[in-house]
């Protein structure tokens, strides 16, 4: 996961966004009506103009799991990051927005293979998961294995963490069908997430080794390559991965 920095969206985004939460239709629905809220929500005009505007914020990777996503109603689904049924007054919040993958749910059915993302979320709220919070995704940690995982600050508490451990492994699926205690995947997602997490650390692990091979392993250097990812529009996939290895080592080097 990469923290996603909100931005305003495009003016014609806030004045869709706008007019609809202020015609009777939508002033009509009760709280509790989320197929009326679902139906003016699918039927917004915007849809394409919102889709861009979050793949730009995202540096277009899903806002989950960070493979590539693109601009298509078919490869690309708005997310409600506060569930859809949870609360009307920010289904038509673009600041509860945020762009995700299909999770697999548009691949051929695989027994050996689970969905992730938003396909397992479904309309279940994440207890803690916040891709907007910037400190908590920089605790979030890879393995060389592929296996993503959160690492605990002393200010956490016993009950944040687990939420957080829901959110990741059951809720998301972002370690396919993964048994926490023995940190085995048992079934890798649809997507081949964790096998290409993998791939993507041992790429860059092995430039890092190289690196300190040739000893041009440097702070200077470390440094130009995380701006050079940084500065990026368009993300490569799982990039995610590569800032986090990246700057491990230069922290390694600062000590």
Not at 27 to 48: H, P, W, Y
Not at 221 to 231: P, W, Y
Request: glycine share 4%.
């Amino acid at each position: 996961m990469i923290y996603i920095k909100k931005k305003e969206p495009i003016e014609v985004v806030r004045k869709k966004l706008k007019e609809k939460a202020e015609s009777a239709e939508w002033q009509n629905i009760s709280e509790n009506d989320t197929a009326a809220m679902r139906s003016v929500f699918d039927g917004l005009s915007c849809k394409k103009e919102i889709r861009q505007c979050l793949l730009e914020e995202q540096h277009y990777l899903c806002a989950y799991c960070m493979s590539p996503i693109k601009n298509e109603e078919l490869h690309m689904s708005i997310e409600h990051l506060l569930p859809l049924s949870k609360c009307k007054e920010q289904v038509l919040d673009y600041g509860n927005y945020l762009g995700v993958c299909k999770g697999g749910a548009d691949l051929p059915r695989n027994r050996s293979r689970c969905i992730c993302c938003d396909a397992s979320k479904g309309n279940q709220e994440l207890r803690c998961v916040n891709p907007f919070d910037e400190q908590q995704m920089n605790q979030i940690r890879y393995l060389s294995d592929g296996i993503i995982y959160y690492e605990r600050s002393k200010s956490d508490s016993d009950d944040y963490e687990r939420a957080i451990k829901k959110d990741l492994f059951q809720t998301l699926k972002l370690n396919g069908v993964y048994d926490e205690e023995t940190r085995i995947v048992k079934r890798d997602t649809k997507t081949s997430l964790v096998k290409n997490r993998k791939d993507a650390y041992e790429e860059c692990a092995a430039y890092i080794e190289e690196l300190y091979e040739l000893g041009n392993l440097t702070k200077e250097q470390l440094k130009h390559d995380l701006q050079k990812i940084m500065e990026k529009d368009k993300y490569e996939a799982y990039d995610g991965v590569r800032l986090f290895l990246l700057k491990m080592a230069y922290e390694n080097l600062e000590e």
